[in-house]
């Protein structure tokens, strides 16, 4: 949109997955301004990384972060275009951004808590199995009514959940005393557009895993999941062969 120019911001500091969730959090604040409205041309990279003075490389994830989101949506050839005006006010991109960088976050959950899987199927009880299941039902109406806030505290409840039938009282207590952060990423794949039933999907994969007492299903369901989980919050990492 040439006719309108948004006001530099200073440069963000931090690593690189920092400064990639302040630029997100900068631009999603221009498009929920109408700096940039829904149907425009976002400015090229080139000029986005030098009007915010970061690097293209961060740029680009802040970008991946808003496609992932449903805010913006590449079209070859042309460019970055606004898609949706943020459907939730309230809702951040990702509040942690100073401190943890949500790359960081979900590679800790996807090693730490597929291996938790792997070690809870080969233990989990009947009355483990109807927990979880009543845990699902509970986060499937949560997510009908919108409440995404109780849906990822249920979502958290039946990781932490799995990891304390695992046995391993230190990947417990992990996932318990990074609470805030690890809901918080639990949060942000429920404003996915169009894939909001997905997390229950996956966990109902999950629940059949460990009631299959069989480790290698229950393991990749959870990897499954939380790959997936990642790239409905606008992240992408490698994991080598699920």
């Not at 090229?44 to 949506?73: C, F, I, K, M």
């Not at 809870?120 to 109807?130: H, T």
């Not at 996956?202 to 480790?215: D, N, R, S, V, Y």
């Amino acid at each position: 949109m040439e006719s309108t120019t948004a006001s530099r911001s200073s440069p963000p500091t931090g690593n690189s997955q920092a400064v990639a969730g302040n630029v997100a959090r900068v631009i999603r604040d221009w498009i929920e301004a109408g700096t940039y409205p829904v149907g425009s041309l976002l400015p090229s990279q080139r000029e986005l990384a030098d009007q915010l003075g970061v690097s293209r490389t961060s740029l680009r994830e802040a970008l991946s972060t808003l496609h992932g989101l449903g805010l913006v949506v590449s079209r070859p050839g042309k460019g970055m275009y606004v898609t949706e005006a943020p459907e939730f006010q309230g809702a951040e991109v990702w509040k942690f951004g100073d401190s943890h960088a949500l790359t960081d976050v979900y590679q800790l959950r996807f090693a730490l808590e597929s291996f938790a899987a792997r070690l809870a199927s080969q233990v989990i009880q009947p009355e483990d199995i109807q927990l979880l299941q009543t845990n699902w039902q509970a986060m499937s109406q949560s997510i009908e009514a919108s409440d995404f806030s109780q849906a990822s505290r249920l979502d958290f409840e039946f990781h932490l959940q799995i990891a304390t039938i695992s046995g391993n009282k230190a990947m417990a207590e992990i996932l318990r005393n990074s609470g805030d952060v690890m809901q918080e990423s639990q949060r942000l794949p429920f404003y996915k557009r169009g894939a909001r039933h997905a997390t229950c999907e996956e966990h109902a994969a999950i629940i059949e895993g460990l009631a299959a007492g069989k480790p290698e299903v229950a393991q990749k369901a959870m990897a499954t999941h939380i790959v997936q989980a990642a790239q409905r919050a606008g992240v992408h990492f490698p994991t080598g062969a699920l």
